[in-house]
């Protein structure tokens, strides 16, 4: 075993990272937070000036940033920018394939359009499969290996009713394509795995969790009894990210305060453990609480 202390072993100093999605929300975050690592960031997205402000900040702190123009559900805009990161920093060792959308949020799955399904797939899915096959093939042709981060979501690991059904289906298939690729490049150094975030407040989630009703219902659904804070989300990336994850591809990482760790049953009302606690003798129906 490596004698490097653990704070050592979440770095990613020397680094390349890719990131899809990084104008705004959780791509952006995450683009810091591997720059704080240590990583030099290519930030890719369709708004190249909310790019560039991002590029600035980065610069700031002593890293190098390339913000390139990428929309991911046209390949030949992801073999470009890619090529482009190539030729500014030699190779890319961290991809996270984070550009996503879930326009179908709340539409009722029998009212929803077939254009908006067809682009929910060509962004989550399609995307992401181009952005792994371009950066796969780079890291198995130099053989240095690397990491790759699928950001799918907790609504690809089960269903939700009434809720996202091209986002729930596009997640899912996220998660299988990510084993498949884990399983076939493994060999050769090249882990996948993918995240499973559970609900965070973001520029894609704010309509929702605004609604007083859905954002209790996220609350009920999740063990912790809240919603998450986009800081819960930094170790596990450098987790996946760095030499602390060396044996580990093929996962999904939950990150979800338990939420996916349910079989579906809903929570009871409170009422319901006084009346537990009533009729359990010996006090063995009572939670115990400070």
Request: net charge neutral; glycine share 10%; with cysteine.
């Amino acid at each position: 075993m490596k004698s490097n202390g653990s704070q050592n072993l979440f770095r990613v100093d020397g680094k390349v990272a890719f990131v899809t999605g990084a104008s705004y929300g959780l791509g952006k975050t995450f683009a810091e937070v591997l720059s704080s690592a240590g990583a030099d960031v290519v930030l890719a997205a369709r708004s190249l000036d909310k790019l560039r402000e991002i590029q600035n900040v980065i610069e700031q702190q002593g890293r190098r940033a390339l913000a390139v123009r990428c929309d991911v559900s046209e390949s030949r805009q992801v073999e470009s920018a890619v090529a482009e990161a190539c030729e500014r920093f030699g190779r890319i060792d961290i991809l996270v394939n984070n550009a996503g959308q879930a326009g179908d949020a709340i539409a009722v799955p029998e009212n929803l359009p077939n254009e908006l399904f067809e682009q929910t797939v060509k962004v989550n899915l399609l995307g992401a499969w181009y952005c792994c096959r371009e950066v796969g093939r780079r890291m198995l042709s130099d053989g240095r290996g690397g990491s790759i981060i699928n950001n799918a979501s907790i609504l690809g690991l089960g269903g939700a009713r009434d809720l996202a059904t091209a986002y729930q289906a596009t997640k899912a298939a996220v998660i299988n394509m990510t084993r498949n690729l884990a399983l076939s490049w493994a060999d050769r150094g090249v882990r996948i795995n993918a995240i499973a975030p559970g609900w965070f407040p973001s520029e894609m989630t704010a309509p929702v969790l605004g609604n007083q009703h859905f954002r209790k219902w996220a609350e009920d659904s999740c063990a912790m009894r809240r919603v998450g804070r986009i800081d819960e989300l930094a170790g596990p990336l450098l987790f996946l990210a760095s030499e602390a994850s060396s044996f580990v591809t093929g996962q999904t990482l939950a990150i979800d305060g338990g939420t996916s760790a349910s079989i579906g049953v809903a929570r009871w009302h409170e009422d319901f453990d006084e009346f537990r606690a009533a009729n359990m003798p010996n006090g063995v129906g009572r939670k115990i609480s400070a």
